[in-house]
């Protein structure tokens, strides 16, 4: 009897002691953080060690901040990482979880959690991810730590943030003396992106410093190499060669190469030895179609002739670190300056979010895109990214324009007929092209089966883009929403009437357009999605005009050239319902060699069904061209598909193998009904 009393009490003790380690767990958490301090002296001073580091390694991350005239108990320490450092692995979706060090409490905490609910959330103990503060100067002094979501700039309390975590310690136990520091110490990865100037945010005292103390991010060595020339030139008229190398991240390689530029065989220069990106000017005289190479990388095809018309490649839908979702450079390179000089753009459009896009960042938004606007050399275009129960982009004329208020909040949450009338009257207003985008993915997509309302001035859709491709549902597609990887097991295409070719045989008068939707600061991706507007010259005015002509096509980021006509009507137009023969034309030049060309018809009616008119299969050489006459079957639609032998090597989120193809823009017979 004796021993079972014993026993008993021993099991209550443990008990209780497990009891007591966890309400101990959760109120060490409760912490108060109250600004007991007086105001920080402007001497303060803060470092990052390393100030350089590799992309993309597990390494510490050291904030050193000092303190000349040393600081008060109940002071508050604050520091935030850009978003860059704080994505989990190869993902722009998901997000590291920031926690102080496991303690033995935390780890009973834990186990009594799992024993009370089957449950364990070991994030609570983690090893990594985590953060220290010590002060080296003051062995007496303890922190305590506080984790919170927010914006690295303060510029909106209504913004959203997913990445962003500032880390606040409140000192307790001594004061900091004369000339201390204070070290908070990140274990973690550091970014993938390449920057000359990534920020550290610091706050003392609820002030932030003035200067935010910086780091730089390295790119690796080459690990691709991709050579760009104009698609059109007048004959006798100079035009870069430009040789760009990137490392595994698609950052500028940072090693120095060395390649030979040669064409049809006869070498133009020898030994080129460049780091990152080359350039050179060379004059063809003869119209024609050209490749150049450059030590057995080939350029896309320029065609010479006296008529230029482009096509001019641009990505029109990518983000940078102001949207709550994303992560990129701010400086060397931003977001233009990549899409300029590492993607080696015609133009580029920078499309954040507005929900949770706040004034501070759309006035840097209009900034950057009037200060990078070079007409004839680089475009930018002024956008952003909304949505009423789907997804939209919207493009102003000009580099001012005000926030869409309709879209500004919770906007693509759900279907609202007044937010719809006043972002019709805003693109009204304002003049402005929308686009809808990744209509058929599971967590996003749009319904063309009447459900949902669009603005009636919507002519645009995006065919592909980093999410996979919107043409039609098939997910056994490599390029489908599953197999194209941007964020694995999480994006699922969605059966039903949701993507593109849904919308045509709707009746929906929609061009064709592809795009990135990058959300990390790297526009231009060369397997994200690119398209290609047929202009005479390049401009911002150009530019827009053909859009609102369906001048256009996309491609999964290859820049091939691509002619589909009907009737010597070009991709865009509407033919008259009552002509009997279609003259059909097809060129295609291709950056490699081409596997297959399709041009499908659906036919409106009872009953239709999307339909090959067209195909051709098997070894189709780099260059193509076809011409056929076939009888008009009244109200129909056309579009030509083309797809390349080899795909494009994708390392980012996930190692794969992406098809390379281009959609036309269609060409109606008959008009097509947009008003449902």
Known sequence: MKKRRIAKYILIGVAVFFIVGFLWQRISRMETFENKAEEINPNITAVVEPAVMPAHVSAPIRVRIAFPDGLKRGSNISTQ????ALTYDLSYSLTKTLQKPASIVDVIGVAIGYIFTGRADTREIMLWDTVTVTSPDAPKAKFSLR?????????????????????????????????????????????????????????????????????????GST??????????????????????SRDKYDNLSASEDSVNLSLDGEVLDEMILYTGRAERVVTLDEPGVYRFDVSGTLSNPVRITDTPNGPWWGDLHSHNAWSADALSSLADPDHYTYARDVS???????????????????QKTQDWCESYNAPGEFVTILGFEGGIGYHLDGYFPTCSGPAIESQRYGAGRGMNEDKLTALEEDIDREQMIVATHHTGIGWGGANFDGSHRFPR?????????????SEMYD???????????????????????????????????????????DHNGQPGKRANGLTAIMAPELTRDALLQSMRDGAMYGTTGERILLDFSANGQPMGSVLSEDVTELDFRLEVHGT????????????????????????RSGDLGLDFEAEWTAPAVGHAIYYARVEQAAPIRVTIPTLQDRPVRAWSSPIWVGEPEIDW
Not at 223 to 244: H, T, Y
Not at 344 to 360: I, P, S
Not at 457 to 469: V, Y
């Open 457 to 469: 001035q919507m002519r645009h859709i995006e065919i592909f883009s980093a999410h996979g491709q």
């Open 344 to 362: 080696a753009l015609d133009y580029a459009a920078l499309t954040n979010h507005v929900f949770g896009l706040e004034a501070g960042y759309w």
């Open 81 to 84: 990482l850009p978003n860059a």
């Open 223 to 244: 690990a691709s190499r991709q050579v760009i020339v104009p698609s059109s030139v007048r004959p006798g008229e100079p035009f870069k060669i430009e040789i760009i």
């Open 475 to 517: 997910p056994s597609d490599p390029l489908s929403y599953e197999n194209a990887g941007s964020t694995p097991g999480f994006s699922l295409s969605k059966r039903g009437a949701h993507y593109v070719r849904d919308a045509w045989a709707a009746g929906m008068k929609l061009f064709t357009l592809a795009a990135s939707d």
């Open 592 to 615: 490699d060699g081409i596997s297959e060309i399709e041009v499908y018809r659906y036919v409106f009616g009872e009953d239709a069904e999307w339909e090959p008119v067209f195909h």
């Open 147 to 219: 984790i919170r979501r927010l914006q690295f700039d303060d510029v909106g309390k209504a913004a959203a943030e997913r990445h962003g975590q500032r880390v606040t310690a409140v000192l307790k136990g001594a004061d900091i003396p004369p000339g201390g520091e204070v070290v908070m110490t990140y274990s973690t990865t550091t970014p993938w992106v390449a920057s000359g100037a990534f920020p550290v945010r610091v706050d003392v005292n609820k002030v932030r410093m003035a200067q935010d103390p910086t780091f730089v991010v390295e790119a």
